[in-house]
């Protein structure tokens, strides 16, 4: 039985603010910490994949956030990564201020744990949650060929992004 809701249902906690996790604490806390101490000295970028909540339907888009006392290169890489991936709408979200953001959100989440520990990484946010559809799985297999690519990891040049992108600077819930 699948609920589709984005917290465990063990503990009713959201791995995505648990980071970098606790050995002793609840299952999930237990789980992030597991994950984190097998990313923290092995990976050189890292993209944090999401999906939208089953109901909804949205275009994709990435978040890449600015960390405060986060190193100047590291920022310039993370909003390129983003960039690169190749959706239109790009967020940028400024930690400073946090301007629109949940309470609570910011304090756990994975791409920030990563940052925090000078590993370049920002979120992508594809398709209805629950559901795989081709033009997602597209999408998503075209922006992860397209961040290698920009990384040097894969040869050849990105693909293009299909339209015009547009960064945004301030999002509400």
Excluded at 24 to 46: C, H, N, P, S, V
Excluded at 132 to 138: E, H, K, S, W
């Amino acid at each position: 039985l699948v609920d589709r809701i984005k917290v465990s249902q063990i503990d009713y906690l959201d791995m995505d603010t648990t980071f970098p996790g606790n050995m002793g604490g609840q299952w999930t806390q237990k789980l992030a910490y597991t994950l984190w101490e097998g990313i923290k000295d092995t990976a050189d970028y890292l993209l944090s994949m999401h999906s939208q909540a089953t109901k909804y339907s949205g275009n994709p888009y990435t978040v890449f956030k600015k960390v405060p006392g986060a190193d100047p290169q590291i920022t310039k890489t993370i909003r390129e990564m983003a960039l690169a991936f190749g959706v239109r709408p790009n967020c940028l979200v400024d930690l400073e201020t946090a301007a629109g953001e949940l309470h609570g959100v910011t304090s756990g989440a994975l791409d920030i744990t990563c940052i925090r520990a000078g590993i370049p990484a920002f979120m992508a946010e594809l398709g209805p949650g629950g559901r795989f559809t081709r033009p997602f799985i597209d999408q998503t297999k075209t922006g992860f060929s397209n961040v290698l690519k920009y990384l040097k990891m894969l040869d050849g040049e990105p693909a293009p992004c299909p339209e015009k992108q547009i960064l945004i600077t301030k999002r509400t819930f």
